[in-house]
């Protein structure tokens, strides 16, 4: 049974993503952020500070793709590189306000859409997408 389960949810899951994506760049037709850089972003407004190389192992991609995604987000005022006040020689990266502004604002939109859609749910699909949410949580931290 698990191996159908696991493979619904890598097909299911991998359609929700693509669906995610196709939308994300429908409403951000001309922004030039990329899935890299919304990802940096994301976490450091989440979790506050961090060193590039943490950033890095949260995210599962290289330091060099989040050294490149941390100078294109500083260059367009989104990010703040600043000292680390426990080691000198050591960099923290931080979002600005313009950062929070932009984030925000994607994050509203896309919120709306969900939101559109989980409302035309029963009551009952609500309670049951609501409890399966840190279980997806599990999974994808598990990855």
Excluded at 19 to 28: D, G, I, K, V
């Amino acid at each position: 049974m698990s191996d159908g389960v696991a493979r619904d949810l890598r097909l299911v899951v991998g359609r929700l993503a693509r669906r995610l994506r196709q939308l994300h760049a429908a409403e951000n037709e001309g922004d030039r952020t990329s899935f890299i850089e919304l990802g940096v972003l994301t976490r450091l407004a989440r979790e506050g500070p961090s060193s590039p190389t943490k950033l890095a192992a949260g995210e599962r991609v290289t330091s060099q793709a989040v050294t490149a995604a941390v100078s294109e987000l500083v260059h367009r005022g989104y990010l703040r590189r600043r000292p680390d006040p426990d080691d000198g020689r050591r960099v923290l990266v931080e979002v600005t306000e313009a950062g929070h502004a932009a984030l925000g604002a994607r994050e509203q939109a896309m919120g709306d859409r969900l939101a559109h859609v989980v409302a035309g749910l029963t009551e009952a699909d609500r309670t049951r997408l609501a409890a399966a949410i840190p279980l997806l949580e599990k999974v994808a931290d598990e990855l």
